[in-house]
């Protein structure tokens, strides 16, 4: 069992940064690997970016490559996602998630795991 708490969210201006931070409860959370995905009004949840156990691998969406780092501090239990350069369009929930599997692909009705979420806003 793993629980997920997000933050960092908040309100910012097009161009600003922001750090968003999920904290995991569990003694296995070096063993999944990490999601964020977000949720902007009226639309479907989407993938924005993962990374596997030991933190060797990274997965973008191409809408937040090149501005999103995700990165995650095992000793912690702690995966963060950065976000610089950020846009109007990047207004959602953000959600951490947690799966077991490995892999490239990443979609909803994989993780098994998830926090309620922090909201961003960007203001233009």
């Known amino acids: 069992q793993v629980q997920l708490v997000e933050s960092g969210g908040g309100l910012v201006q097009a161009g600003d940064s922001l750090r968003l931070s999920c904290a995991a409860t569990?003694?296995?959370?070096?063993?999944?690997?990490m999601g964020w995905f977000r949720q902007a009004p009226g639309k479907e949840r989407e993938f924005v970016a993962g990374?596997?156990?030991?933190?060797?691998?990274?997965y973008y969406a191409d809408s937040v490559k090149g501005r999103f780092t995700i990165s995650r501090d095992n000793a912690k239990n702690t995966v963060y996602l950065q976000m610089n350069s950020l846009k109007p369009e990047d207004t959602a929930v953000y959600y951490c998630?947690?799966?077991?599997?490995?892999?490239?692909?990443?979609?909803?009705?994989?993780?098994?795991?998830w926090g309620k979420g922090t909201l961003v806003t960007v203001s233009s």
């Open positions: 990374i596997s156990w030991n933190g060797g691998n990274t």
């Open positions: 569990g003694r296995t959370f070096s063993t999944y690997a």
């Open positions: 998630a947690a799966r077991r599997k490995s892999g490239s692909t990443w979609s909803v009705s994989d993780m098994e795991y």
